[in-house]
Every structure is written in C-alpha cells, then in structure tokens.
T-cell receptor
C-alpha cells in the first residue's frame, strides 16, 4: 500500500531542535526521503535514507529510520528562520514516490 | 544546467475551458512524473511517462485529463473542460532512470491553476 502519514504542523523556537515524524506502510520501500517546500516553490530534496540504514546525519539534519515500526523522523538541529517551510516525507515504491501531506514548520523568534 | 522547467507558473481558466501545462525535464532525463497538490494536502501521483510512452496513469482521473511526452518537446498535461475542483498546483518531476541511483525526483516550480 501507499499511505504516508505525518503531523500537519510544528512550531519551534529559533535555536531549538525540530523533530518531524512520519509513518509509512510499504515495507518494501527501498528509499525514504525528506523534501522541503518553501512558499510558492517546488520541492527540493533535503536528504534520503536507504532502507537498510537506521540513521543518517548530514550537517544539521539527522534522519532516523525504524523499519520495524515503519517510522521515519527528521531532526533539524539549531533551527533557523530559513527552515520555515513544509517538509514532506516520501517513500519509494517500484518507480514512483508516495508523499505524506507535509508538515508545516514555523520557526518563531 | 537548467532544472525542470514548467510553464505557465500561473494559469487562470473559466469553467469549461481547457488548461495545458508544460514541463521540460532536466537535460538527460527521460522519465517524467506529474503530481497534483491540492490546498493543504500532500502531493498525489497522477502519471508517469517516458518518451512517447505512458507507463502508469493510475493516479489520473479517467475523464478530461490526458498527458503526453512526445519524442521532441516538453511533456504536456492537458485538462479539458476544467471545473473548480481542478484548481491546484501541478508539479512535474523528472529522473534519469526508472530506478535511478536513489530514485530521487527533481521537481519543477509547479504550475498553479485557478479555475473561476
């Protein structure tokens, strides 16, 4: 099945860490992704993780994958105002990506 | 190296008119995907095309919607007799291979359709 779920909103203070959670259903997914969408723009790939990994770190971003629970999270350290955006979790099926509804992250001063 | 180019960025149509959205994939990419984003919803897959072939159109409404990716020129998403419910952002994405290195899709900026 293709059902990716994420919470819709997150508000975080500048300088704190943000954690965005996602659950997916397709246990055969090979890759899982986090995309960022700024207002009026397209989606940009932030990071991805291969399904045989459980953690990936890339500068301020940390991705954690729990395959047993089909749970994916994205942690943004030292959140900045420029991190305000919609973050989409996506899983890869045979050849297409299935997206969650997106989490709107608002960074407040 | 230009990214995925979509035009028009904004399109306004009256009910019953036709909308044509164009997408030029990144150079070297032969696989194109169209997604629709409704207000406050995620991206919903519509159709996956390779040059001159529709591979999967399972996400596309059976009526009024069609897509093509000709040998020469951009991919076109065509919506006939638009209704208010078609108002959405339509995103095109491309990839170099069907399975790709990581399966990453490269997205355009989107075409925002408003139906009056």
């Amino acid at each position: 099945g293709e059902d990716v779920e994420q919470s819709l909103f997150l508000s975080v203070r500048e300088g704190d860490s943000s954690v965005i959670n996602c659950t997916y259903t397709d246990s055969s997914s090979t890759y899982l992704y986090w995309y960022k969408q700024e207002p009026g723009a397209g989606l940009q790939l932030l990071t991805y993780i291969f399904s045989n990994m459980d953690m990936k770190q890339d500068q301020r971003l940390t991705v954690l994958l729990n395959k047993k629970d089909k749970h994916l999270s994205l942690r943004i350290a030292d959140t900045q105002t420029g991190d305000s955006a919609i973050y989409f979790c996506a899983e890869k099926g045979d050849y297409k990506l299935s997206f969650g509804a997106g989490t709107t992250v608002t960074v407040r001063a | 190296n230009a990214g995925v180019m979509q035009n028009p960025r904004h399109l306004v149509r009256r009910r019953g008119q036709e909308a044509r959205l164009r997408c030029s994939p990144m150079k070297g990419h032969s696989h194109v995907y169209w997604y629709r984003q409704l207000p406050e919803e995620g991206l919903k897959f519509m159709v996956y095309l390779q040059k001159e072939n529709i591979i999967d159109e399972s996400g596309m409404p059976k009526e009024r919607f069609s897509a093509e990716f000709p040998k020469e020129g951009p991919s076109i998403l065509r919506i006939q007799q638009v209704v208010r419910g078609d108002s959405a952002a339509y995103f095109c994405a491309s990839s170099p291979f069907r399975q790709g290195d990581t399966g990453e899709l490269f997205f355009g900026e989107g075409s925002r359709l408003t139906v009056l």
